[in-house]
């Protein structure tokens, strides 16, 4: 059974939040200022978009004069995606197995179409 972080799903929930992630990933890192001008959002959005994302381990800030700058913890986020991964798979093995039923249901129904 896949053990489910739901904070990290609640995190990556986000579409903001995963273009953030796409953005530091990209550039390697970023301040919230210098992301806020790239997203349709406020800074302080961005802020706090980075704070949930740090508090989930998928990112760490260092300080840099006035400014945080954040990077992607990249061994974190390959156990994310694995996790994530998982999770899919055993809800396509779920979905396999509803299928299943219904079409055993289906030919148990014969043909059904003239009903």
């Known amino acids: 059974m896949t053990v489910v972080d739901d904070d ?3 995190a990556v929930g986000d579409p903001t939040r995963r273009r953030l992630l796409d953005l530091l990933l ?6 919230a200022t210098g ?8 800074r302080q959005a961005v802020a ?11 990112v760490h800030a260092a300080s840099a004069g006035r400014e945080k700058r954040y990077r992607v913890d990249e061994e974190r986020l390959a156990r994310a995606v694995a996790q994530l991964a998982s999770v899919g798979e055993a809800w396509d093995a ?13 030919r148990g129904r014969g043909d059904g179409a003239g009903r």
């Open 48 to 58: 706090k978009h980075l704070g949930v994302l740090d508090r989930v381990g998928l």
């Open 35 to 42: 992301l806020s001008d790239r997203l349709p959002v406020t």
């Open 26 to 31: 990209a550039d390697g890192t970023g301040t």
């Open 94 to 106: 779920r979905l396999r197995r509803i299928k299943r039923i219904a079409e055993s249901v289906q």
């Open 8 to 10: 990290l799903w609640s």
